[in-house]
């Protein structure tokens, strides 16, 4: 249980430095934090490789685009406190009132209908540590349709994440530029 | 062991923290991290669940977690093409704030 508590607390505190950090480099920073923490409770909840994958993808690769991204575009600290030019009037009190009746719904849901935990026997008979042959064996049987699916998701992804950024490299129309700078000199002449 | 009601509770309340990102952020990548916060969310209680089934066999139980990696797959994705999306859109605009972003509606 103290395990819990402590892991519950660093998710829940880099999860509200992911929502009120100005820079978004630092709120970047601390849903890499939040997302440690949840590969280590995916290991109390016996999930092994999702812990590993959640990691290396999301951890990993996943916040290591975002983190380019941020860099690249070179986005400036977000004034969502100082500056008020078209926001709703009464969103944020709005916000904060839907999400903390919603958390306590769901919470008290749980709690007032609480369920038996299976003995540590089954869990280890039916999850076995949840290793990368369970996870497989799952998802080669019960989900290949989804898990083909996936593979092409991924490719149309990839296909139109190049398509979105190249486009505009592609079309640059240098042609228009040049006949332009052309007519206009011809009309300086 | 700890209860799966803790577990759930837990992650309603990243799921709210996400929420409130995703409605009170300007800057488009920052709504974009609330949203993973979200995902994530939803991912930790569908590992949580699938201890809870663990009664009900192997299938039932390792269903969840299986979810759970197809889900991340499916977020791996969305990010390649949502920062796609806001890299095209930095270039038109050279800024990224959702407000000023009226027009993406028509």
Redesign the interface.
């Known amino acids: 249980m103290i395990g819990f508590v402590i892991l519950a607390a660093v998710m829940i505190i880099g999860a509200i430095g992911v929502v009120t950090l100005r820079e978004p480099v630092h709120a970047a920073l601390s849903l890499v934090a939040t997302l440690l923490t949840l590969a280590v409770t995916y290991i109390t909840l016996q999930a092994h490789f999702l812990a590993a994958v959640q990691v290396i993808v999301y951890a990993g690769a996943i916040m290591v685009l975002f983190l380019f991204v941020i860099m690249l575009l070179n986005v400036g600290s977000d004034d969502s406190g100082t500056a008020k030019r078209s926001q709703l009037p009464g969103l944020r009190p709005a916000a904060y009132l839907v999400s903390l009746l919603a958390a306590a719904g769901i919470a008290a849901t749980a709690f007032l209908d609480p369920r038996q935990l299976p003995t540590r026997e089954l869990i280890d008979v039916a999850l076995a540590g949840g290793g990368a042959d369970r996870v497989g064996e799952s998802l080669f049987s019960d989900f290949v349709l989804a898990f083909q699916l996936v593979g092409v998701l991924l490719l149309t992804g990839i296909i139109g994440a190049v398509g979105l950024v190249q486009r505009r490299a592609a079309g640059d129309r240098p042609h228009h530029d040049a006949s332009e700078h052309r007519d206009r000199e011809l009309t300086n002449v | 062991?700890?209860?799966?009601?803790?577990?759930?509770?837990?992650?309603?309340?990243?799921?709210?923290?996400?929420?409130?990102?995703v409605?009170?952020?300007?800057?488009a990548?920052?709504v974009?991290?609330?949203v993973?916060?979200m995902l994530?969310a939803a991912?930790?209680a569908l590992?949580?669940y699938?201890?809870?089934?663990?009664?009900?066999?192997?299938?039932?139980?390792?269903?969840g977690?299986?979810?759970?990696?197809?889900i991340?797959?499916?977020?791996?994705?969305?990010?390649?093409?949502g920062?796609?999306?806001?890299?095209?859109i930095?270039?038109?605009r050279s800024s990224?704030d959702v407000?000023?972003l009226?027009e993406v509606r028509y």
């Open positions: 062991m700890v209860g799966t009601e803790y577990y759930v509770a837990l992650s309603a309340v990243l799921f709210a923290i996400g929420a409130v990102g409605l009170t952020r300007r800057s990548i920052l974009f991290l609330s993973e916060l994530n991912n930790l590992v949580a699938s201890r809870q089934w663990s009664a009900a066999g192997q299938a039932v139980a390792m269903s977690q299986s979810a759970v990696f197809i991340l797959a499916v977020a791996a994705a969305e990010v390649a093409v920062l796609g999306i806001l890299v095209a930095f270039r038109n990224t407000d000023a009226s």
